[in-house]
């Protein structure tokens, strides 16, 4: 099974910032569309932003010009950098990769931020 391996998660006041990370192996991620979900309790699951193997980024309105996704190709790993982070950004964030040509998506098992003052 692939591994995902997250780190970054934590407590954090409104307006803070907080830097997610999720590595992988080379042969993984060299071949597969990064992002990253979250899940706040008693709510879907949401994408909040992906990276394809090419760099194309999209993001969810709820995050757009707040989050940045990037690949960080010497270390197999995909960052999602928060700022001016809001109560409502509370979730569990999970990591997740799909290889081209695939449609299965594989997760990690989430990292906590929370958002509070």
């Known amino acids: 099974q692939v591994q995902l391996v997250e780190s970054g998660g934590g407590l954090v006041q409104p307006g803070g910032s907080l830097q997610l990370s999720c590595a992988t192996s080379?042969?993984?991620?060299?071949?597969?569309?990064m992002g990253w979900d979250r899940q706040a309790p008693g709510k879907q699951r949401e994408l909040v932003a992906s990276?394809?193997?090419?760099?194309?980024?999209n993001y969810a309105d709820s995050v757009k010009g707040r989050f940045t996704i990037s690949r960080d190709n010497a270390k197999n790993t995909v960052v999602l950098q928060m700022s001016s982070l809001k109560p409502e950004d509370t979730a569990v964030y999970y990591c997740?990769?799909?290889?081209?040509?695939?449609?299965?998506?594989?997760w990690g098992q989430g990292t906590q931020v929370t958002v509070s003052s």
């Open positions: 997740n990769a799909q290889p081209l040509g695939s449609g299965y998506n594989n």
């Open positions: 990276i394809t193997t090419t760099g194309r980024t």
């Open positions: 080379r042969s993984i991620f060299s071949v597969s569309n």
